[in-house]
């Protein structure tokens, strides 16, 4: 227990270390939950609506089925 108090107390990272961290962590995470939307459905979920906020994708498959 101790040693996670002085890791919270002064780790000596500098706050641009952490920053980049965090940026990059909330990156991967808004870059997942996109490509996440924008994949097959899992079976179940083929009817799901998809957020306004994610953009719609056309795949090959799409364009193929059109033609």
Do not use: C, H
């Not at 808004?30 to 009817?47: L, T």
């Amino acid at each position: 227990m101790q040693i996670l108090m002085d890791a919270a107390a002064g780790s000596g990272l500098p706050i641009t270390f952490t920053a980049v961290y965090i940026i990059g962590f909330l990156a991967a995470v808004i870059i997942g939950s996109i490509a996440w939307y924008n994949s097959k459905r899992p079976p179940g979920w083929e009817n799901a609506q998809r957020p306004d906020i994610v953009p719609d994708l056309e795949t090959d498959s799409d364009e193929q089925s059109e033609s």
